[in-house]
């Protein structure tokens, strides 16, 4: 029992670290998305090469779009005749530079890790995308391509040749974005990287860990081999950072996690190979892979010395806002991991209903020249 309080406990205080600015960063992404005309994006990125990639990553920064919502965004940009290198900085440069993301880690890791990392997440995207289309140019027909809205882009991000037309601003649309079109599509990663959070807190011996750690070098080659494969987005990814620096990991080392593993997940490797190939693929998981190993190397050679962890261990020092917030959090993560189980039963209930109401609403014709014997 005791063993399952601590982990309920640290389950809790990571939740708690970050509700309210999860809370508030998707509303303002909410607010934006009402803002930002649907084929804003399609229209300045279908073309050209070098300049198109500082464009997708400057783009890319202030769009309300989550790790899992970037993807199909990116092929819709491909096909609208956007350079590959274009496609792999706005990969790169969105989910970490969503407003979500980048008040989440403020939430664990104060001011400077995240301006570090912002900043540093700008330069790793548009280096890789001007290497890429330095190193394999190419030439993309505009194509018409629908994506659904409900994965962050709607159909008008298909054809830039459809203009621009103003939304008229709507603050239930902007709710309805924020809180069920990106919190679902962020809710699992989000919940898992919670759990591995909370274990790795609760069940990981420091002295163990403190062996790693010790070694910069070692930490930074094992934290990459485990984070590339790993499917965890943006924000999601931050419990699981801040549960290995509690056990002794630097923060150049976390850095590389949350650069590393939201850019470079299994998923997201995929789609890269798919639509761009296995060049492509080659050069934008080997570029991020040195350029985070550096920026990592640089975190911890100029800042090592600073405590960035910037939340309480502790759920009795936590303020009665970030207790609400964390709660309606928990209730919104219930819900959305509970909703598709009760969706599918009522599904699986409505071929019974409808057999009985065809039963009751059955009609038989009876021919004149049929004889009964009774």
Known sequence: ?????????????????????????????GILKQLVPDDFVSTHLGGGSYSSVIKATIFGIPLPVCSCSVIPLAQSLRKE???????????????????????????????????????????????????????????????DVFVDSSSGCSNSCGSSEKKSEKKKFSIKKAFS????TLFKDMVKPLFIGLILGALFTTLTPKEYTALLFENQILTYIVIMI????????ATASLPIAAALMLQGMSGGAAFIFLTAGPATSAVTMSVVYKMLGKTSLIVYVTTIAVLSFLFGFLYDTLFGNLDILNFSQDMEHSSLISQIASLITLVMLIFYLLKPYFSKKKKDDLPKKQEINNLKTSSFKIDKNTKFKV
């Open 1 to 29: 029992m005791e063993l399952v309080f601590s982990l309920a406990n640290n389950f809790l205080v990571l939740l708690d670290a970050m509700s309210i600015y999860i809370l508030i960063g998707l509303l303002i992404a």
């Open 226 to 233: 485990f984070a590339m494969p790993l499917y965890v987005c």
């Open 81 to 143: 005749g956007a350079s590959k290198g274009a496609v792999q900085s706005f990969l790169i440069s969105t989910p970490i530079t969503g407003v979500d993301s980048i008040l989440a880690t403020f939430s664990f890791f104060g001011l400077i890790f995240t301006i570090f990392r912002v900043v540093s997440s700008v330069i790793i995207a548009i280096i890789v995308g001007l290497i890429q289309n330095f190193i394999e140019k190419d030439e993309v027909k505009k194509e």
């Open 177 to 180: 974005y924020a809180y069920v």
